[in-house]
């Protein structure tokens, strides 16, 4: 096996790759990278080649740790048949050589939780309510191409709900530049109501700007006249579509703006030719969880429990490794101090 490292010019032919494959994701495409890349992150793209064939492709972000060197992080990667054995061990051994200061690789690949893990990987920390950085269950909606059919598949009160919102008169559009902040203004809202932690405002101005910039967004506003009640940033590369961000104001939760702007956000995914749309992390299936009314939320839409087997880590340097996680729990909270009242964004 040999691996390329792909320069800017050949993005659309990386895309394409990771669009097209059945393992591959959103994340693992050239815009997340982009996004990171402005929040300290060093991005790299490379794909495997194999007797002359293109057999798998990986965007990895690299940062310094100070005291124990580099570590690298694969969010959804890599994009590579987990079946293939052989491969993952190959694949292990190009990476100490491309990276030889780091002394770990994280990835949360997309491989269901009943596979084998990949040789040489040890189980990574499953952290917080979702059970790894990036969630390691998921409801997804599988599109047919047909929106009648899919239609269908919803809840019979979703239906009704997204019918009720049309019939009061909330319609739904696509947001431009300028409407950029009337999202933000929403997810500010929404946090405070639900009580959960935002990154700083300008986070999220990368990633509208960043996947808007490459095509591969919508943002679906839902309201009457014009006051906008609800929004959806919805992504989609090649097969794949992902629920990224959702945000709403009290104003039209009794008019269900929410569940307008949401079906038009999957309409959308399925119109770009997606085969999944990914509504992201999810409770187990378990009453008492505190987020258990999320999963009702989302599992209503006609998707289905994946379960991936969460995340992976690859020791490079060993001593390193084994120190950092030690360390982890002390830098995890650290961090954590951080995006709270350090990079907090204004109330």
Same mark, same amino acid.
């Given at each position: 096996?040999?691996?390329?490292?792909?320069?800017?010019?050949?993005?659309?032919?990386?895309? *394409?790759?990771?669009?097209?494959?059945?393992? !591959? /994701?959103?994340?693992?495409?050239?815009?997340?990278?982009?996004?990171?890349?402005?929040?300290? &992150?060093?991005?790299?793209?490379?794909?495997?080649?194999?007797?002359?064939?293109?057999?798998?492709?990986?965007?990895?972000?690299? =940062?310094?740790?100070?005291?124990?060197?580099?570590?690298?992080?694969?969010?959804?990667? %890599?994009?590579? /048949?987990?079946?293939? =054995?052989?491969?993952?061990?190959?694949?292990?051994?190009?990476?100490?050589?491309?990276?030889?200061?780091?002394?770990?690789?994280?990835?949360?690949? @997309?491989?269901?939780?009943?596979?084998?893990?990949?040789?040489?990987?040890?189980?990574?920390?499953?952290?917080?309510?979702?059970?790894?950085?990036?969630?390691?269950?998921?409801?997804?909606?599988?599109?047919?191409?047909?929106?009648? @059919?899919?239609?269908? =598949?919803?809840?019979?009160?979703?239906?009704?709900?997204?019918?009720?919102?049309?019939?009061?008169?909330?319609?739904?559009?696509?947001?431009?530049?300028?409407?950029?902040?009337?999202? +933000?203004? +929403?997810?500010?809202?929404?946090?405070?109501?639900?009580?959960?932690?935002?990154?700083?405002?300008?986070?999220?101005?990368?990633?509208?700007?960043?996947? *808007?910039?490459?095509?591969?967004?919508?943002? +679906?506003?839902?309201? @009457?006249? /014009?006051? /906008?009640?609800?929004?959806?940033?919805?992504?989609?590369?090649?097969?794949? *579509?992902?629920?990224?961000?959702?945000?709403?104001? !009290?104003?039209? @939760?009794?008019?269900?703006?929410?569940?307008?702007?949401? &079906?038009?956000?999957?309409?959308?995914?399925?119109?770009?030719? *997606?085969?999944?749309?990914?509504?992201?992390?999810?409770?187990?299936? $378990?009453?008492?969880?505190?987020?258990?009314?999320?999963?009702?939320?989302?599992?209503?839409?006609?998707?289905?429990? =994946?379960?991936?087997?969460?995340? +992976? $880590?690859?020791?490079?340097?060993? %001593?390193?490794?084994?120190?950092?996680?030690?360390?982890?729990?002390?830098?995890?909270?650290?961090?954590?101090?951080?995006?709270?009242?350090?990079?907090? %964004?204004?109330?």
């Amino acid at each position: 096996m040999e691996i390329e490292e792909i320069p800017q010019a050949r993005r659309v032919e990386f895309d *394409a790759f990771v669009g097209a494959h059945i393992w !591959g /994701d959103v994340l693992q495409g050239w815009a997340w990278g982009d996004v990171k890349g402005a929040f300290g &992150w060093h991005p790299h793209r490379f794909l495997l080649h194999e007797y002359g064939q293109v057999i798998g492709a990986l965007s990895v972000l690299r =940062r310094e740790v100070p005291v124990f060197g580099e570590i690298l992080y694969a969010p959804r990667g %890599p994009v590579l /048949d987990p079946g293939k =054995r052989g491969t993952w061990r190959d694949f292990s051994r190009l990476l100490r050589r491309r990276f030889p200061r780091a002394f770990a690789f994280v990835c949360e690949p @997309r491989i269901d939780e009943e596979m084998k893990r990949p040789p040489r990987f040890w189980r990574g920390r499953r952290r917080g309510l979702f059970q790894g950085i990036q969630p390691r269950i998921v409801a997804e909606i599988p599109l047919s191409g047909n929106l009648e @059919r899919d239609f269908e =598949r919803l809840h019979p009160k979703c239906r009704y709900n997204v019918r009720l919102a049309e019939r009061r008169g909330i319609a739904t559009r696509k947001g431009e530049t300028a409407d950029r902040s009337t999202f +933000l203004r +929403l997810l500010q809202i929404t946090a405070r109501r639900d009580g959960f932690h935002l990154r700083a405002s300008r986070f999220y101005s990368e990633v509208l700007r960043a996947f *808007a910039d490459a095509g591969q967004a919508a943002l +679906l506003l839902a309201g @009457r006249g /014009d006051e /906008d009640y609800a929004g959806v940033f919805a992504v989609r590369l090649g097969r794949h *579509a992902i629920y990224l961000y959702g945000a709403s104001d !009290g104003a039209g @939760r009794r008019d269900m703006a929410a569940y307008a702007c949401q &079906w038009a956000a999957i309409r959308w995914a399925e119109e770009c030719g *997606a085969e999944r749309y990914d509504m992201t992390g999810m409770a187990p299936s $378990d009453a008492r969880h505190p987020l258990s009314g999320l999963r009702r939320f989302k599992m209503q839409w006609g998707a289905v429990e =994946r379960r991936y087997i969460g995340p +992976l $880590d690859l020791p490079l340097r060993l %001593p390193n490794y084994l120190l950092y996680r030690l360390a982890e729990p002390l830098v995890a909270r650290l961090s954590l101090w951080r995006q709270r009242f350090v990079a907090r %964004p204004a109330q």
